[in-house]
Every structure is written in C-alpha cells, then in structure tokens.
C-alpha cells in the first residue's frame, strides 16, 4: 500500500477526495461511543519502582551496550542517569541539564504543558564516536530550517535537535558510571517553527539502517487547522516547508541537507522526486509523541495520539500516508471548522492510499470519558514477563489531564487488539502514564507522576515485571 503513496497521480487523487471530504465538513453526525472497550486481559504484571523525585518523565534510554544504566528525560530539561545494575540496584546522578534552553514550561494555573526536553537518543557508534541527540522545545532564536508561520506571527517555540559528545567515551564499557557530557560541543542540526504549543512529537530513535527518525505533531492547535497550518492540514501537505504531522529520517553525520548540518540519506521516498520534503520518510500522523523499533524484527511502531474520539497504533511504512486529518484511525474525521472535530463513519481501507492503524481503541464507555491520549511503548523482548514477549506494550495518560488513573495495555491476538494488562495489587496504575523506556536486555520501563502536570516532584520509573 505505501508504494502507492510514492506516484504523483495518486497522491493527485487522494488529493481529490480529501477536498470532496472536507467540503462536506459540518454534515455529519458525531458518533459518541465509536469502539467497544478494551478487555481486561488474564495477563497480570507487577510495578517494581527503581527511581522517583521527577517532575515529567517521558523516555527512558541506554547507550548500546550498557546494560545496567537508563538514561531517564525529564521533560523540564534534565536527563538522569539511573542505576538499575541487579548488583547494585539504585542511585541516579544528573547527566545533563538543559533547563536554561528549554521554552518556559507549566500553561497557566493548571501547569499542563505538552513541550520540553522530549527526545534522547544514542548514536550506534557511541562506543567509537561518543555522540548522542536530543529533541527539546526551546524559545524561538533566529530563522529555522521549515516553518509553516505566516509572515509577521511569532511561532510559539521551536522544536530543535541537538548533537552532544561526551567528554570520556568509554570504548569497553567499564566506566559507564562516570560518563560527562562536553558542554561545549553542543551542535544544532535542525530547528522547526511550532505554531502553537502543542502537538510536538518529540522522539528520537535510531533504527537499524543506523538513520535517525524523529516524529513531529502537525503543529498544534485542533482539526489541524488555523494559523501556521495549510488548508487540508499540514499532515497531508507534502509542501517543501512542511515537515510537520510526519516522521523524518536523517542522517546526524552527513551533510548534504539545505542548511549542511545532516545528510538525506538517498533512499528517502522524496530525496530525490521533488515531490515532498526529502527528509520525510511518512506522513498523515497528527502527533506521533511515542514510537519505538523492534529490537528484533526491525519495525518501526508509533504511536499517534488522537483528538477526541481515536487513538491508534501505527507500524510505519516508508512513504506511507496515516491519513490525519482525513480519518483519525479507521473513522472519517470532521474537521468542523465552526468547533470541534469528530469522527463520522468507520471507514476501513477506505479512501485508498492511506494506511490504517494496527490497532485502535476510543476514549469513552457508555459515554463517559475514560482514556484521552495514547502513550507509546515498546514490543517486549525482555524475559521477566514471559506472557508479553512478542507483544507492543503500551499504555494511555489518564481518563482526565491531572488525574492519576492511567492505563497500560498490550496488544493481543491476531487481530492486534488491546487488552487492558492487571496490575498486581493495584486496581489503577495509579499515576498519570507520561512514557515509557526500554533497557539493553529488552526490559519495559513505565514513566508516570501522581499530578500528570508540570508541578512537583511526584515522577516515577516503575520496572514491569512479573507478579510475586
């Protein structure tokens, strides 16, 4: 199905029928209830903490080969490295601190946010060359590299990506518990206008072509729609300014890019069509804020956080379109320019040329709101859950912004479906689901706090493992 997304006369088409759609917009009925519920699955795993006193944890990393640290962001700009050693289980120390580059956090009285230090990503030569990136949101300084902001509005911030070094690359790895980062060689490689606050993606993973891929948000705002967004979205904009509402691929240690500081690798579906931005490896996705590779099988999964009614899951396909704002998930979405949009029609397969998620659940029961946004994991490859082996585990943030009763699930079956995963002793995770991580030995990490905002120090790295 992606390779139909590579011919112009198709993408003219699909063209076609997404205007026929959003002109129709406004004429539907909003379905209230789209999808049954999850089941609850037979599987129980148990939450074992190994590090507190964050604010937002959103990702947990390592650097290839370190078996016994995760590198846990914190979203108000630090990065900590925990020990998790089964010799010597416990203590954590500050790696970095980008506080003082991070756009002010915390949206009025609430301290609800969606931007901040989001993304952390060793390269695969660490080992050799001592590099690593991240992904932050960061006050607006000078002209990015893309922007979709109309001449004369200020953007919001800018999403930018940073390359660092450490100061005392350890080639063995004996002396991982003493890695410092070389402040001084800090290099930008691509900074990106965001028109509003949220929306902002924010992962950076390195797949195994050793390319980095990073997801953005289509920019903000709702229906993506309004100032710094095209007409028909900016996920379906394939415009050469546009990167955003897509997940692009770069290589950090090239440098034929416009602005010379990455290279685009050459098998990019628009490296070299002129038809799309060159660094764009799919698009259609409304903020794809958690994605993962399979550290066996090698696919890339993405979480796309819906609007109102869908969350999905994603495997992504190079070139592949993800449909937002055309459908969220497998429904029709009703932009509704004159509020707020819905979804219409369970419409599979339909219109061609876009794919539809792996899987989907929605956010009511009967009615009443219970799950608002997804939170992308990882395919579990661990061996202390042996039942979840195999399985995309994941979870969603709360049944309301501040409240910590977030879910985790797995996805099951040949269908791909979701089912709620027991927790031992507990009837609720108990905390606002903000992230997940992964360790060198394929063990899943949950990242949550108790307020879910910008406020306290109530966040948490609780190990899934199995049940006593």
């Known amino acids: 199905m992606a390779k139909k997304c590579f011919a112009l006369t198709t993408r003219l088409s699909l063209i076609a029928t997404c205007a026929a759609t959003l002109a129709l917009a406004q004429t539907h009925t909003p379905i209230v209830d789209p999808l049954p519920a999850p089941p609850q699955s037979t599987v129980t795993v148990g939450l074992q903490a190994v590090a507190g006193g964050f604010v937002t944890p959103v990702w947990a990393t390592h650097p290839p080969g370190d078996d016994d640290h995760l590198y846990v962001v914190d979203a108000i700009g630090k990065i900590w490295v925990v020990n998790i050693s089964p010799e010597n289980p416990s203590g954590m120390r500050l790696f970095l601190d980008m506080t003082s580059q991070i756009v002010k956090l915390g949206l009025g009285a609430s301290g609800y946010d969606e931007r901040g230090l989001l993304g952390l990503a060793f390269h695969p030569d660490f080992r050799r060359n001592g590099l690593f990136y991240t992904f932050s949101s960061q006050n607006v300084k000078g002209k990015a590299d893309f922007s979709t902001v109309p001449a004369g509005v200020a953007p919001n911030c800018q999403s930018v990506i940073t390359e660092w070094r450490v100061a005392n690359t350890d080639r063995d790895g004996d002396d991982d518990d003493n890695l410092t980062v070389d402040l001084t060689s800090a290099r930008e490689v691509i900074r990106i206008d965001k028109p509003e606050f949220n929306h902002n993606g924010g992962t950076l993973v390195f797949g195994p072509d050793h390319m980095l891929y990073f997801g953005l948000g289509d920019g903000g705002a709702g229906n993506d729609q309004g ?54 490896w799919a698009y259609g996705l409304r903020n794809p804020f958690r994605m993962s590779f399979d550290s066996r ?16 899951v994603d495997v992504i396909e190079k070139g592949g379109n993800y449909g937002w704002p055309i459908k969220e998930g497998t429904f029709l979405f009703d932009v509704n320019s004159a509020g707020t949009g819905f979804v ?79 927790i031992q002793g507990q009837t609720s995770v108990g905390l606002a689901v903000q992230g997940f991580g992964e360790d060198a030995r394929g063990e899943i990490y949950l990242l949550g706090s108790v307020t879910g905002l910008f406020k306290g120090v109530t966040g948490q790295v609780m190990r899934i493992v199995k049940p006593n």
Do not use: C, M
């Open 227 to 280: 100032s710094g967004h095209v007409p028909g979205g900016n996920a379906q904009s394939l415009a050469l300014n546009n990167v955003l509402g897509k997940i692009l691929r770069i290589d950090p240690l090239g440098r034929n890019s416009a602005n010379g500081k990455y290279g685009i690798p050459h098998n990019n579906p628009f490296a070299h069509n002129g038809n799309g931005p060159a660094e764009v």
């Open 297 to 312: 099988t090698g696919k890339l999964w993405a979480a796309d956080v819906g609007q109102n009614d869908i969350e999905e």
């Open 344 to 422: 219409y029609a369970n419409s599979p397969d339909s219109p061609s040329g876009l794919i539809d998620p792996v899987a989907e659940y929605d956010h009511r029961d009967a009615g009443v709101s219970e799950r608002i946004a997804i939170v992308g994991g990882f395919v579990y490859r661990g061996r202390e859950v042996p039942e979840l082996r195999g399985h995309y585990v994941f979870g969603d943030y709360s049944s309301q912004i501040g409240v910590p009763n977030g879910h985790l699930f797995f996805l099951t079956g040949t269908d791909h479906h979701a089912e709620y995963l027991q």
